[in-house]
């Protein structure tokens, strides 16, 4: 079945750095993926809107300048969480949408757990 | 307001039992629903979409259900094992919104020894 890969699956770093997330789709193109923050025991809480070849389209409330979003090829998305501070720790998933698919299936990844000291 | 609503918030069931877990959505207009199942620290996996017209699927021992007309849909779990502990993720997709899916909160589910 479709695989979407999350790069790293956990990351560690000091406050002020930027911590940059990779998320790949390995069998299938993907015009467009998405990035979710997750909080515990709540669900997944989409943050932007990767589109391949174009700028993200960000939700309501999600700093940009923050959370810089390239999706550079048909099947690699990043998000760089930029000026790390120890809110932005967080659990993060992408998911990636099947562009070959009627229903537009979605695909997620395995999720990148994020701490920053 | 379009929104997903899960009951129960969480679940523990023994071994062997069957559950049920229930998802109302108030989306409009409707594409699909799809549920997912979430492994702690783990991404979302897909166990079912059901669009419009269909009334139930199956996916081994997860059956899905779905009443457009009362937009409800369950989840039915079937001889249930240790390793179905996990939440349990409802989705409906608004068609023509671009890819707007509106997500539930999830059931977590614990099924014990």
């Known amino acids: 079945g479709a695989v979407v890969s999350q790069h790293p699956s956990r990351v560690i770093c000091k406050s002020g750095t930027s911590v940059k997330i990779e998320c790949r789709s390995l069998d299938f193109q993907a015009t467009t993926m998405f990035w979710y923050r997750q909080f515990p025991k709540k669900s997944l809480m989409l943050m932007a809107t990767?589109?391949?070849?174009?700028?993200?389209?960000?939700e309501q409330g999600v700093e940009k300048d923050k959370f810089l979003i390239n999706h550079a090829s048909l099947t690699l998305s990043t998000l760089t969480v930029t000026s790390a501070h120890p809110e932005d720790s967080s659990f993060y998933i992408c998911?990636?949408?099947?562009?070959?698919?009627?229903?537009?299936?979605?695909?997620f990844g395995e999720g990148s757990r994020l701490t920053v000291l | 307001k379009n929104q997903v609503e899960q009951s129960p918030q969480s679940l523990i069931i023994l071994e062997g039992k069957n559950c049920t877990l229930q998802?109302?959505?108030?989306?409009?207009?409707?594409?699909?629903l799809r549920w997912y199942k979430q492994d702690t620290g783990r991404g979302p996996v897909s166990l079912t979409i059901?669009?419009?017209?269909?009334n139930t699927k199956s996916n081994g021992r997860y059956t899905a259900t779905l009443d457009a007309d009362t937009k409800q849909s369950s989840l039915h779990i079937t001889a249930s094992q240790l390793s179905d502990s996990a939440s349990y993720i409802c989705v409906v997709r608004v068609r023509g919104g671009y890819n707007k899916l509106i997500f539930g909160a999830g059931t977590r589910l614990a099924v014990h020894p």
């Open positions: 998911s990636a949408r099947d562009s070959g698919s009627y229903t537009g299936e979605l695909f």
């Open positions: 059901m669009t419009f017209s269909e």
């Open positions: 998802c109302n959505y108030t989306v409009s207009p409707f594409s699909n």
């Open positions: 990767s589109n391949e070849g174009s700028k993200a389209t960000y």
